[in-house]
């Protein structure tokens, strides 16, 4: 298996779990956030759902400099909408990664803010990363709807709430 197959592999894998996970987001919970220094659930939903397009980006790219690429996040006001802007993303990174080879993963990519240098990397960890990320921030997002009281779908095997049925 090649390297591309197997990050194919995970990115295919984790938008399964990830699509479970924001269609349960509740429209009149958008704006909540558990602290004052936490995101909203949409901003995380939001940064959730783009991730899988960061696949394409490390790809087609060399790097992002934020000074000249302020974020500027999809406007997201529902679950409907969340879930057409997840699959464009998710459709784009896969997309872009099943015409890539192994040898389009070697090359460094880099993350910055202006002469400011956050990360200098392989596109192949670049990517590993963003999916990552999106497990990182999911979890994140299932821990904002655990405190909402929203029974939570399993990952990786059944959560505590498909177990009590």
Request: glycine share 4%; hydrophobic share 35%; net charge negative.
């Amino acid at each position: 298996m090649t390297q591309v197959q197997v990050l194919l592999k995970d990115l295919n894998h984790e938008a399964q779990t990830t699509r479970k996970m924001l269609s349960i987001v509740p429209n009149d919970k958008y704006d909540w956030k558990p602290h004052p220094k936490s995101m909203s659930v949409r901003q995380l939903a939001t940064h959730i759902a783009e991730l899988p397009s960061w696949v394409s980006m490390a790809l087609s790219t060399d790097g992002l400099d934020f000074a000249d690429n302020p974020y500027d996040p999809e406007p997201v006001n529902n679950t409907t909408e969340l879930l057409n802007y997840f699959e464009r993303s998710y459709t784009e990174g896969r997309t872009s990664l099943e015409g890539a080879t192994d040898d389009d993963l070697l090359p460094n990519w880099t993350l910055r803010n202006g002469k400011e240098i956050y990360l200098v990397s392989p596109k192949a960890d670049i990517i590993r990363t963003s999916i990552s990320q999106i497990i990182h921030h999911r979890a994140q997002l299932g821990v904002f709807l655990r405190l909402l009281d929203i029974p939570i779908p399993g990952s990786y095997g059944p959560s505590a709430d498909e177990m009590q049925h």
